[in-house]
């Protein structure tokens, strides 16, 4: 069983996820801002590289989760959600 904490703060975000046993397995501090969205996006990317996607792989599944996120807050009227969008399995793995 994984523990995923966020500290949501006003400027920034931590995120955290913990095994069973309480040992740190990742941690990451966001902005509250575009430059954390942008930080979300690289840290996926990256993960996405790890797993052995090549760059154009990479690139379109980011370009399509980005498309996603967007589509979605305009089919239901909703802003823009950072947990949402980028869930802390995301945001930590990174």
């Not at 400027?11 to 966001?30: Q, S, T, W």
């Not at 790890?50 to 909703?78: D, F, T, W």
């Amino acid at each position: 069983m994984l523990v995923v904490g966020v500290d949501w703060a006003e400027d920034h975000h931590e995120c955290c996820v913990l095994a069973e046993d309480g040992a740190v397995l990742a941690k990451r501090r966001v902005a509250d801002s575009v430059v954390g969205i942008s930080e979300l996006a690289r840290a996926y990317y990256d993960k996405l590289r790890r797993r052995g996607k090549s760059h154009r792989q990479a690139l379109r599944q980011l370009g399509n989760r980005l498309v996603g996120i967007l589509h979605h807050c305009l089919e239901h009227g909703e802003l823009y959600d950072e947990n949402r969008a980028w869930p802390p399995s995301i945001a930590a793995a990174a």
